[in-house]
């Protein structure tokens, strides 16, 4: 047996993740007298020193083997999978889940903010998710990647992060086009269905918006620098190919 555990490895307060067991190997049951290795029990404790839930049931089939929960503090959670067979043999793994507060965990864009241009978007929310977190994380990478594609950079080899974007208001409506572009997309299943209309529509608008977003960056390396230094406003338009590397100013 080898237990394996999924999971998203960073959200925020009672964000709902899901903990799955469901890509653990159980090889085929060997002849006797090599022994068995039917699962008798599959279990998930979701934090050190927390109660272990059970996700096996005779019958079921691997998928099922989950939890959704959501964490009330921050920190670090261990989370420990331990898979026992019939003969009594016991296979563990364990994981972390980082519980992140929104300074550590930067969203440029809101569920409200999706919700004023498509007032029906969380009924097409996935069944394992209580909020678009995760997609606004998704786009926040996307963003920060698109800087570094662009050619943008503190210093040689030194890139932006998100936390270096000042004013958030400046890529606020990019990163809800990209959010519902996303979002639309991914709940598509053909080429010609509303969604997919719907998906393009926000193609375009996040499109157009990336050509004339311009930014307020902090240029500072380290945190130690006697003094934050910023590339100007409007000194950054995010067309990839034409960035470079700033000097001090």
């Known amino acids: 047996m080898i237990p394996v555990l999924t999971f998203d490895a960073r959200i ?15 090889p085929p049951i060997l002849p006797s007298p090599v022994g068995t290795n039917d699962v008798d029990s599959v279990k998930i404790q979701v934090e050190t020193a927390g109660p272990e839930f059970q996700v096996w049931a005779a019958g079921n089939p691997k998928s099922d083997w ?91 080899g030194v890139y932006f992060e998100a936390k270096d974007i000042l004013l958030v208001h400046e ?19 053909k080429f010609d269905d509303h969604f997919y209309a719907k998906s393009k529509h926000y193609t375009k608008l996040r499109m157009e918006q990336q050509t004339i977003v311009s930014l307020k960056l902090n240029q500072s390396v380290t945190a130690g620098e006697t003094q934050d230094r910023f590339v100007d406003n409007a000194s950054v338009t995010m067309v990839r ?7 001090s100013r």
């Open 12 to 26: 925020r307060q009672l964000e709902m993740v899901r903990i799955s067991a469901s890509a653990s190997v159980i």
């Open 66 to 156: 989950f939890i959704d929960t959501a964490y009330a503090s921050l920190g670090d959670k261990i989370v420990t999978l331990t898979i026992e067979d019939v003969a009594g043999n016991v296979a563990t793994a364990t994981g972390t889940i980082s519980v992140l507060d929104a300074e550590e965990d930067i969203f440029f864009s809101t569920d409200e903010k999706l919700e004023q241009l498509e007032p029906e978007i969380s009924q097409y929310l996935p069944e394992d998710r209580n909020n678009y977190n995760y997609v606004h994380r998704s786009v926040t990478t996307l963003i920060v990647n698109w800087l570094m594609l662009s050619g943008k950079a503190k210093s040689q």
């Open 241 to 247: 190919g034409r960035g470079n590397v700033f000097t």
């Open 171 to 189: 890529v606020a409506e990019l990163a809800r086009f990209w959010a519902l572009e996303l979002i639309y997309g991914s709940v598509s299943n």
